[in-house]
């Protein structure tokens, strides 16, 4: 199998540069358009796909994103590795705005938003113990460093519902009680649907502020946001085009098993299933339904 890296890119990464032969090309989904259509190209003879998650000119809130759409469409052209980035508030002295953490465990908070593939008349469940892979976290860590990016290795992240910035109490809680090191809007449910498509993924939090918790730095101001999303938005660039030299061009089956994450998570039987859920679950469960 070749290697095919996805990005999704978050706030203020719209499109990636010095892809070869770059095309944007549409991709439909049984689940509906996808937030925009994808960028292919390759990169040192490794073939890329870039999907904005706010499509282009940033019209999706973090609740409309079509977050099951945007997975089945890297699926179904072929993806293999996805890396999502994301602009996201500290919780962390230490965790700067400017520095990249690479995300390994989540908290999910939202509630307004299609969670699961999978549903009545085709059950399944994946586990979401180790919700990242280490593979392709490690490899996101060493070009963040290459780019020449302050990286952190491990982190939880919490996914809120938004649109609106956290409380201070709500930030208090998060990071004193909870722990959390980084918090955002985006990454859940797309962590749990990149799972069940047997994607690996991984997510790189780009820090843009300090929550509302820091004494002084005071709440989220959207200027400050934006001011330094321009620095992370390039640095996110360079350190896309880093993967491919990293990955390699040929795919070899995950050490973690996230592309056999569907192996036994199939709970309905054969001659229970919904034909249309089956039909519907080409790309994304197609390996194990058929």
């Known amino acids: 199998m070749q290697t095919k ?3 999704i890119g978050g706030s203020g990464v719209y499109d990636i540069n010095g892809l070869d032969g770059a095309e944007w090309i549409s991709v439909d989904s049984p689940f509906g358009p996808p937030s925009d259509k994808v960028l292919t190209g390759q990169v040192d ?17 973090p609740t409309s994103i079509p977050y099951r759409a ?6 179904r052209v072929g993806v293999t590795d996805v890396i999502s ?38 059950v399944g469940h994946v586990s979401l113990a180790h919700p990242t892979c280490p593979r392709l976290g490690a ?25 609106q910035f956290s409380s201070l109490a709500e930030s208090r809680l998060y990071r004193e009680v909870w722990g959390c090191d980084v918090i955002g809007m985006t990454n859940m449910p797309e ?14 939090a780009m820090i843009t502020d ?12 959207i200027s400050q946001i934006i001011a330094t999303l321009t620095g992370n938005a390039e640095n996110a660039r360079v350190l896309a085009a880093g993967l491919p030299r990293l990955l390699g061009g040929v795919r070899t089956p995950c050490p973690h098993g996230c592309d056999r ?10 001659d229970k299933r919904d034909p249309e859920m089956v039909a519907r679950l080409d790309a994304v469960a197609g390996r194990v339904l058929r």
């Open 139 to 163: 490899a996101c860590a060493t070009a963040a460093r290459d780019a020449g990016v302050t990286v952190h290795e491990g982190g939880t992240y919490l996914a809120m519902e938004g649109p």
């Open 210 to 221: 300090y929550d509302s918790w820091h004494p002084d730095h005071g709440e989220v101001d």
């Open 85 to 122: 980035v994301s602009a996201c508030g500290s919780f962390r002295d230490d965790m700067a705005p400017g520095d990249f953490v690479i995300v390994d465990q989540f908290i999910d908070r939202t509630f307004a938003r299609e969670k699961s593939f999978f549903g009545p008349g085709l």
């Open 261 to 270: 994450a569907l192996e036994f998570a199939i709970l309905t039987a054969p």
């Open 191 to 204: 962590a749990k649907l990149a799972r069940e498509a047997e994607l690996c993924y991984a997510t790189v």
């Open 5 to 7: 890296i996805g990005v």
């Open 70 to 75: 945007n997975i089945d469409a890297l699926k």
């Open 45 to 61: 003879g490794v073939d890329m796909v870039f999907l904005p998650r706010h499509g282009r000119g940033h019209v999706h809130s």
